[in-house]
């Protein structure tokens, strides 16, 4: 199954749940920060999102999309 | 509706429904038990009729809360040390802007005092008597009939101006047995409830809050509450006056009181034609009728205030007159119900030494 | 690709105010995925607390009043009983329903008023800077037991359930924690069938859930998620306390 997220980086606080939960270690913190001041978690390419979700159900801020095909 | 004859409470009960309050909650205390008492078989009659012996008074007055933001008429009743437990409710509802209904059947005090009648409520009703900036409209019925047709009047002031009631009578007046008609309702333009919850149908969530972080915005808030409280100073203060045409004394007396009032005046007339003593009773405590007395303090010179408190209206008798007149006073604390005579006693003292001052 | 997850209806698109890690926010967020799905957010009417969770009517796109500390549930049956076909839920800390209002609660639910309570366990208060709540664990640090809570003096955690679960006019009591996802999964199925019970006016429902504070923890948020797991759970037990036939 293949899959992708979308973060709204301005939304999200850098709590590093879905950073955690990821089985597929899909999402990393940002070097960069969001106009809160927070690290923000970003999607990376390189991995192999499966779309399962796992890191918009854990996210606080209900920042993550995600798509799955 | 025929002349029936009623206790205070039920007819307080009565008149509620009447005025189609269908939420009663409620927590016992003495002298008011059978005003819930007769709301606990009254309302299983009503259609909607909501009935709780809360576990609380906080309970009952924060029951009165949601039932009022859900849109109904609801009421809650208490005396003076459950009153107390009440403010934080009464608090939060001044702030929301939310209409209910309180009946205070006053006992004696402070803490625990007594079961006896005393006005001794009178800075805790007339201050708004919890914390914050605000004030509750304050009705002070003198009879049976009284209490019946101001608790179905605070229901309609409620809701036109979206504040607390407060219905402040006495442990005499709740017990009394006194002829009395039913007010009927009759249709009334009264605004819109647009603020009430009912589930955000086809239309934008509705919020009913008190807490407003921003102190420009709550300033603004509290400046808006002054507003109302001085829209309803102009239009709902109510007072009567009783043989004020030749006095040159004017009893202050409200309540209880100003009944015993009237009777030592009735004696003193009575007994020394030379005697001029009138009676201004205010109905509305706050507002209170503070133009009436300005005004009066024209003509006369001599206030004499009565209360069953330790004095407590006579400040607000001393802010009104501004200075001008002289304020005696006679207060009876503790849930002493003094006679008729005994008032007079105290009067005719003070107006004949007003006289052989004035002479001088 | 398909969508397959995104941000409820029922929440309004505004940053929360919470702090990282909070777990009131997925609380928030499932609640309103719930009322998304089983289509009652114009039938919902919500009584927020005391406390950090306070400006949820921000954040919850429902109908909402506020209720003074810890009275939320006497503010729920004055609107229950005048409109017994809507979805009254109250939502409250720990210091809001197991201390200042204790009462409240214990005699809504003793009487069986057709509500659900959502009560947030994080074993402090959270708003007022981390000071000692009644759920707080014993040994554990707070601003008002800066050497730890001593159960002979300070008296031991309330389990909320527990109590509750003794009177007869609950209907469902479960326990459940957002700190991981298996447990923020339960979560939801516990909020859903609260709500199921309520529809059905079983009796008084409540869900505790156990909640990272991480900022009054002291401690980050994944360590907040593992400090649920391996110690408060230990005091606070997860799983159904009692349910009813619904």
């Keep these: ?69 | 509706m025929n002349k029936q004859l009623m206790y205070g409470t039920h007819a307080i009960g009565e008149a509620a429904i009447q005025a189609g309050c269908t939420c009663y909650f409620g927590y016992p205390i003495t002298p008011q038990n059978e005003l819930p008492e007769y709301m606990s078989r009254r309302l299983t009659e009503v259609p909607g009729g909501v009935f709780i012996q809360a576990e609380s008074e906080l309970a009952s007055i924060n029951m009165v809360l949601g039932a009022s933001v859900a849109g109904a008429r609801a009421m809650t009743s208490s005396s003076s040390p459950g009153i107390s437990l009440k403010q934080e409710g009464i608090s939060f509802l001044a702030g929301m802007e939310l209409p209910a209904v309180i009946v205070n059947i006053v006992r004696g005090g402070p803490g625990l005092g007594n079961i006896a009648p005393a006005q001794s409520d009178y800075f805790q009703a007339t201050r708004g008597g919890g914390h914050g900036d605000y004030r509750i409209v304050v009705l002070a019925p003198a009879s049976v009939q009284e209490l019946a047709d101001m608790t179905f009047a605070a229901f309609d002031l409620a809701d036109e101006y979206r504040v607390p009631v407060m219905v402040m009578g006495d442990g005499m007046l709740g017990q009394l047995m006194e002829p009395v008609v039913m007010p009927v309702r009759k249709k009334k333009k009264l605004p819109e409830k647009d603020y009430i919850l009912t589930g955000a149908k086809r239309r934008p969530a509705r919020l009913v809050k008190s807490l407003i972080l921003d102190t420009k915005a709550m300033e603004d808030h509290n400046w808006k509450l002054m507003r109302k409280y001085r829209r309803i100073e102009q239009n709902e203060t109510r007072w009567e006056s009783f043989l004020l045409d030749d006095a040159e004394m004017v009893v202050i007396a409200y309540g209880t009181a100003a009944r015993i009032a009237r009777g030592a005046i009735n004696r003193l007339r009575r007994e020394d034609e030379s005697i001029r003593v009138g009676l201004i009773r205010p109905i509305t405590l706050w507002p209170f009728p503070t133009d009436v007395l300005k005004k009066a303090s024209q003509k006369i010179k001599d206030f004499f205030v009565f209360e069953m408190s330790a004095g407590q209206m006579v400040e607000d008798v001393r802010l009104a007159l501004d200075g001008s007149g002289t304020i005696h006073f006679y207060g009876r604390p503790g849930g002493v119900v003094p006679t008729p005579a005994e008032l007079a006693r105290s009067i005719a003292r003070h107006y004949y030494q007003s006289q052989r001052k004035q002479k001088k | ?246």
């Design chain 3, 1 to 246: 690709m398909k969508k397959v997850f995104s941000r409820p209806k029922s929440l309004r698109k505004v940053s929360m105010h919470y702090c990282p890690g909070c777990g009131h926010s997925i609380i928030h967020r499932l609640i309103a995925e719930l009322l998304d799905e089983l289509k009652l957010r114009d039938k919902t009417i919500c009584v927020p607390p005391a406390g950090c969770a306070v400006l949820a009517y921000y954040y919850l796109d429902i109908d909402m009043v506020e209720a003074p500390h810890g009275r939320a549930t006497a503010v729920a049956t004055g609107i229950k009983r005048v409109h017994p076909k809507n979805l009254v839920f109250s939502y409250q800390g720990d210091g809001d329903l197991a201390a200042i209002g204790t009462s409240e609660a214990l005699h809504a639910a003793n009487r069986g008023e057709q509500i659900t309570v959502i009560f947030v366990n994080n074993a402090v208060y959270g708003m007022t800077g981390g000071q000692m709540a009644p759920t707080t664990l014993a040994g554990q640090k707070t601003t008002t037991s800066p050497f730890g809570r001593d159960p002979k003096i300070e008296g031991p955690p309330i389990r909320v359930c527990e109590l509750l679960a003794t009177l007869h006019n609950t209907s469902y009591l479960e326990r459940v924690a957002v700190n991981s996802p298996a447990h923020i999964k339960k979560t939801k199925n516990a909020l859903r069938k609260a709500f199921e019970h309520q529809k059905k006016n079983t009796g008084f429902s409540l869900v505790e859930i156990l909640s990272p504070c991480p900022t009054n923890w002291r401690m980050d948020p994944l360590q907040s998620c593992k400090w649920i797991d391996e110690v408060m759970v230990k005091e606070f037990p997860l799983g159904v306390l009692k349910e009813v036939k619904c």
């Design chain 1, 1 to 69: 199954m293949k899959g992708k997220i979308v973060i709204d980086k301005e939304f999200c606080k850098g709590c590093q749940f879905c950073i955690a939960f990821c089985p597929k270690k899909a999402v990393q913190i940002s070097a960069k920060r969001n106009t809160k001041g927070y690290a923000y978690a970003e999607y990376d390419k390189t991995k192999k999102c499966s779309g399962c979700a796992t890191c918009a159900l854990v996210c606080p801020e209900a920042t993550i999309e995600v798509y799955r095909e």
